[in-house]
């Protein structure tokens, strides 16, 4: 009884999604050819995924696997054009067999070669050469990640604005932001039990996670609603053309 | 052969991550330039891994379509979603795609068209559910739970409109909460994080980490 309800919902919602569009189109309200097929297509697959708000359901899960399968294709395309392309195919191969007035650059074998490497993961004789490219990757990255770390994320997180500012309000400001990253780093010191004096400092930096943690969350969710508006404007102006 | 699998990837990381560490602090054009032609090394290899995402998800989805395992008809649809977008990727415009890549193509409309809409959909779904979510957790039990929600309610309410026709403080506050305490916590936070990322990196480089290598031998 329940599936057969289910079953009319959907069919109901596909119809009335066809006649509208169909109405809009015969209308001239949607240019068909111009811009009216992208609309039409975006709004489908708008409807598609928002019906999951009312249960999981076929149009949905349709949609989801075209999305994964279009987002993986997308991302082959553009590593060909912005990656392969221009470091590997353009710096080599054209190189080699046409000619471009620039020499081969063969020191791109390296990361072609590396990279190749790292395809053999799925190979059971040859798994173990991918390791050379993930420690390439990893070294590479861990390198890099010290020295900015230290300079970016520590040093630079360590310099304060003078407690003694020209006005009263960011003299509080200041000694509340230097109150509030000593707390938090000795909530996080576990070396030393939390009693007395760090005790109390340690609940002062808890406030002070709090107070961010619900800042995050409540930043969080006004940029998804900023998204569900976006959404609901493009049906509503862009679709239906009710708002202008 | 030991040697080969185990302590040349050992080498390999030890040699770049020292030389990249120290290259920092050598001011240098040689040593400015070493960081770039590595870094797009770095970047090309990368490259590559998207194959290896793209194997494993069609591995994925093939399983499911040759065992016919519940759902298997919704994956054919990840192949079809694929197929169409490489296809056009790769003729690019009728430029095929040994050319620079071309603008207004087939390609373009369907990442406009499809990935866009469906994209933005997907992430403002998760204000619905994060809108329940806290529902059944902000309830304000103890003292942290209290603060967590009336900062998380000002930093909301300032933002919008309505927050504003309520109180014309509360975006001052808002700001003030974003820019004071949330500032100083996440500043906290930041250094615990990158002492700990710093303590790995090291960790990898003389090798004593080494769960990037996999298992096996």
């Known amino acids: 009884m329940k599936k057969s309800r289910d079953v009319y919902i959907l069919f109901s919602t596909l119809i009335l999604f066809f006649l509208v569009n169909i109405f809009y189109l015969s209308m001239g309200w949607l240019d068909f050819w111009g811009k009216g097929l992208g609309i039409v297509t975006g709004a489908a697959f708008t409807l598609a995924m928002y019906s999951f708000l009312y249960k999981d359901n076929p149009v949905f899960k349709i949609a989801e696997n075209l999305f994964v399968g279009v987002a993986m294709g997308y991302w082959i395309i553009i590593t060909w054009f912005n990656i392969l392309k221009p470091d590997v195919f353009e710096t ?153 | ?65 040759k065992r016919k395992l519940p ?12 197929g169409i977008t490489i296809v056009f990727g790769l003729y690019n415009g009728g430029e095929f795609f040994w050319q620079d890549k071309q603008e207004g193509t087939m390609f373009e409309w369907i990442y406009f068209n499809v990935q866009v809409p469906a994209g933005a959909t997907m992430f403002s779904i998760l204000a619905f559910f994060m809108a329940s979510a806290a529902y059944r ?13 009336i900062a998380a309610i000002i930093v909301m309410l300032g933002r919008v409109p309505i927050g504003t026709m ?4 509360l975006p001052i506050a808002a700001d003030w909460i974003m820019s004071v305490p949330n500032m100083a916590a996440k500043r906290g936070i930041l250094i615990g994080v990158s002492i700990g990322a710093i303590a790995t990196s090291l960790k990898i480089i003389f090798g004593i980490e080494r769960a990037y290598l996999g298992g096996g031998d």
């Open chain 1, 92 to 244: 080599i191969l054209v190189p080699i067999f046409k000619e471009t007035g620039t020499p081969p650059q063969f020191t791109i074998l390296i990361p072609t070669l590396l990279g190749m490497f790292m395809l053999l993961r799925f190979s059971k004789k040859l798994a173990w050469m991918s390791r050379w490219s993930f420690a390439f990757i990893v070294g590479l990255g861990s390198g890099i990640t010290i020295p900015n770390f230290i300079h970016a994320f520590i040093l630079k997180q360590l310099t304060f604005d003078s407690l003694i500012a020209p006005s009263i309000p960011v003299s509080i400001n200041n000694f509340l932001v230097l109150l509030g990253v000593v707390s938090v780093l000795i909530y996080f010191f576990f070396s030393v039990e939390h009693k007395g004096v760090v005790g109390g400092i340690s609940i002062i930096g808890v406030w002070f996670l709090m107070i961010a943690f619900g800042a995050s969350f409540g930043y969080t969710v006004m940029a998804r609603m900023s998204l569900l508006i976006g959404r609901i404007q493009f049906l509503i102006r862009d679709w239906l053309g009710l708002i202008q």
């Open chain 2, 1 to 65: 052969m030991n040697f080969l699998k185990r302590t040349i990837p050992l080498i390999i990381a030890f040699v770049m991550g020292v030389t990249m560490a120290l290259q920092y602090y050598v001011p240098h054009e040689v040593s400015q330039s070493l960081l770039k032609v590595v870094s797009r090394w770095g970047i090309t290899i990368g490259g590559f891994a998207v194959f290896l995402g793209a194997y494993s998800l069609f591995h994925l989805h093939l399983t499911k379509i």
């Open chain 2, 71 to 82: 759902g298997w008809g919704y994956s054919t649809f990840v192949f079809l979603g694929a």
């Open chain 2, 137 to 149: 957790t902000f309830r304000a039990r103890t003292n942290e739970a209290t603060i967590l929600l």
């Open chain 2, 166 to 169: 309520i109180s014309q403080y």
